[in-house]
Protein backbone atom coordinates (compact mmCIF):
# COMPACT_ATOMS: atom_id res chain seq x y z
CA UNK A 1 0.00 0.00 0.00
CA UNK A 2 1.52 3.62 -0.73
CA UNK A 3 1.63 6.24 1.55
CA UNK A 4 -0.34 8.85 0.51
CA UNK A 5 1.33 12.48 0.57
CA UNK A 6 0.10 15.43 2.07
CA UNK A 7 0.26 18.14 -0.30
CA UNK A 8 1.70 21.67 1.74
CA UNK A 9 0.83 24.80 0.42
CA UNK A 10 2.70 27.96 1.62
CA UNK A 11 1.25 31.33 1.41
CA UNK A 12 2.49 34.83 1.34
CA UNK A 13 -0.12 37.23 3.20
CA UNK A 14 -0.34 40.97 2.10
CA UNK A 15 -3.01 41.53 5.14
CA UNK A 16 -4.06 38.72 7.97
CA UNK A 17 -6.18 39.48 10.24
CA UNK A 18 -4.72 37.72 13.38
CA UNK A 19 -7.85 38.64 15.62
CA UNK A 20 -10.22 37.42 13.25
CA UNK A 21 -8.45 34.15 12.70
CA UNK A 22 -8.21 33.82 16.54
CA UNK A 23 -11.84 34.56 17.65
CA UNK A 24 -12.55 31.48 14.27
CA UNK A 25 -9.99 28.99 15.94
CA UNK A 26 -11.40 29.89 19.36
CA UNK A 27 -14.96 28.22 18.05
CA UNK A 28 -13.48 25.21 16.80
CA UNK A 29 -13.54 22.31 19.26
CA UNK A 30 -9.92 22.60 20.81
CA UNK A 31 -10.12 26.16 20.65
CA UNK A 32 -6.84 28.37 20.94
CA UNK A 33 -3.41 26.35 21.52
CA UNK A 34 -0.96 28.23 23.43
CA UNK A 35 2.00 25.61 23.90
CA UNK A 36 5.16 27.72 24.03
CA UNK A 37 7.56 25.34 25.53
CA UNK A 38 7.36 21.04 26.10
CA UNK A 39 10.32 19.23 27.45
CA UNK A 40 11.20 15.95 25.47
CA UNK A 41 13.03 13.51 27.27
CA UNK A 42 15.30 10.28 26.39
CA UNK A 43 16.46 8.08 28.13
CA UNK A 44 18.69 4.84 27.52
CA UNK A 45 20.42 1.70 29.08
CA UNK A 46 23.91 0.74 28.21
CA UNK A 47 25.11 -2.51 30.03
CA UNK A 48 27.73 -5.46 30.36
CA UNK A 49 27.59 -8.15 32.37
CA UNK A 50 29.40 -11.73 32.71
CA UNK A 51 30.22 -14.16 34.85
CA UNK A 52 32.10 -17.62 35.51
CA UNK A 53 31.85 -19.98 37.65
CA UNK A 54 33.98 -23.64 38.84
CA UNK A 55 31.71 -25.77 41.01
CA UNK A 56 29.89 -24.06 43.61
CA UNK A 57 31.88 -20.83 43.70
CA UNK A 58 31.25 -18.16 41.02
CA UNK A 59 32.08 -14.90 40.48
CA UNK A 60 29.51 -12.41 38.34
CA UNK A 61 29.71 -8.69 37.49
CA UNK A 62 27.00 -6.08 35.96
CA UNK A 63 28.64 -2.95 34.64
CA UNK A 64 25.60 -0.75 33.62
CA UNK A 65 24.87 2.89 32.90
CA UNK A 66 21.61 5.10 32.30
CA UNK A 67 21.77 7.98 30.32
CA UNK A 68 18.93 10.48 30.50
CA UNK A 69 18.71 13.76 28.30
CA UNK A 70 15.85 16.48 28.69
CA UNK A 71 15.79 19.16 25.87
CA UNK A 72 13.41 21.87 25.91
CA UNK A 73 11.96 23.10 22.96
CA UNK A 74 10.18 25.98 22.38
CA UNK A 75 7.41 26.13 19.89
CA UNK A 76 6.76 29.47 18.19
CA UNK A 77 3.43 30.25 16.33
CA UNK A 78 2.50 32.27 13.91
CA UNK A 79 -0.48 34.42 11.91
CA UNK A 80 0.02 31.93 8.79
CA UNK A 81 0.55 29.26 10.93
CA UNK A 82 -2.93 29.71 12.84
CA UNK A 83 -4.75 30.27 9.53
CA UNK A 84 -3.46 27.03 7.94
CA UNK A 85 -4.67 25.37 11.47
CA UNK A 86 -7.88 27.10 10.72
CA UNK A 87 -8.33 26.20 6.92
CA UNK A 88 -6.93 22.54 7.50
CA UNK A 89 -10.08 22.37 10.27
CA UNK A 90 -12.67 23.62 8.20
CA UNK A 91 -12.32 21.35 5.46
CA UNK A 92 -12.81 21.16 1.56
CA UNK A 93 -16.31 21.39 2.00
CA UNK A 94 -16.73 24.13 4.28
CA UNK A 95 -14.76 26.78 1.88
CA UNK A 96 -16.37 27.58 -1.68
CA UNK A 97 -13.17 28.21 -4.04
CA UNK A 98 -14.80 30.68 -6.46
CA UNK A 99 -12.86 30.55 -10.23
CA UNK A 100 -13.92 33.38 -11.78
CA UNK A 101 -15.99 36.51 -10.23
CA UNK A 102 -19.75 37.31 -12.25
CA UNK A 103 -23.04 38.31 -11.34
CA UNK A 104 -24.11 34.79 -11.66
CA UNK A 105 -21.66 33.84 -8.43
CA UNK A 106 -22.22 36.79 -6.74
CA UNK A 107 -25.70 36.26 -6.80
CA UNK A 108 -25.63 32.75 -5.69
CA UNK A 109 -23.48 33.33 -2.57
CA UNK A 110 -24.84 33.08 1.02
CA UNK A 111 -24.35 34.93 4.08
CA UNK A 112 -21.80 32.92 6.36
CA UNK A 113 -19.82 31.60 3.53
CA UNK A 114 -16.03 31.34 3.46
CA UNK A 115 -14.63 32.45 -0.29
CA UNK A 116 -11.29 30.84 -1.86
CA UNK A 117 -9.83 32.57 -4.95
CA UNK A 118 -6.94 32.56 -6.31
CA UNK A 119 -5.45 35.89 -7.53
CA UNK A 120 -2.00 37.89 -8.82
CA UNK A 121 -2.27 41.27 -7.26
CA UNK A 122 0.47 43.84 -7.92
CA UNK A 123 1.60 47.14 -6.78
CA UNK A 124 0.74 49.95 -9.18
CA UNK A 125 3.97 51.15 -10.84
CA UNK A 126 3.64 54.63 -8.55
CA UNK A 127 3.45 52.78 -5.49
CA UNK A 128 6.54 50.60 -6.53
CA UNK A 129 8.58 54.29 -7.47
CA UNK A 130 7.52 55.88 -4.17
CA UNK A 131 9.10 52.62 -2.30
CA UNK A 132 12.51 53.19 -4.19
CA UNK A 133 12.05 56.65 -3.65
CA UNK A 134 11.84 56.11 0.06
CA UNK A 135 15.10 53.74 0.58
CA UNK A 136 16.83 56.24 -1.23
CA UNK A 137 15.63 58.85 1.21
CA UNK A 138 18.60 58.24 3.93
CA UNK A 139 21.04 58.32 1.43
CA UNK A 140 20.59 61.45 -0.25
CA UNK A 141 19.65 63.13 3.26
CA UNK A 142 23.53 61.71 3.95
CA UNK A 143 25.08 63.19 0.88
CA UNK A 144 23.72 66.55 1.14
CA UNK A 145 24.85 66.95 4.54
CA UNK A 146 28.14 65.64 3.19
CA UNK A 147 28.13 68.05 0.52
CA UNK A 148 27.57 71.29 2.25
CA UNK A 149 30.21 73.54 3.38
CA UNK A 150 30.57 74.64 6.66
CA UNK A 151 30.05 78.38 7.32
CA UNK A 152 32.45 80.86 8.44
CA UNK A 153 31.91 82.45 11.49
CA UNK A 154 31.76 86.24 11.86
Not at 110 to 121: D, P, Q, R, S, Y
Not at 132 to 140: Q, Y
Request: aromatic share 6%; net charge negative.
Amino acid sequence: MAKQQVRIVLRHFLYLNEDLISDFLGQLPGGLERETARHVERSGRKGLGGGAGVGPVSIKADLAGETKRLSEVTVDRSAAGEFQRLYSALGPNAIQQLPALDDQIWSALGVFEILEFGAIITLPAIARLVDVTEKFGPLAQMLTSAGKVPEASQ
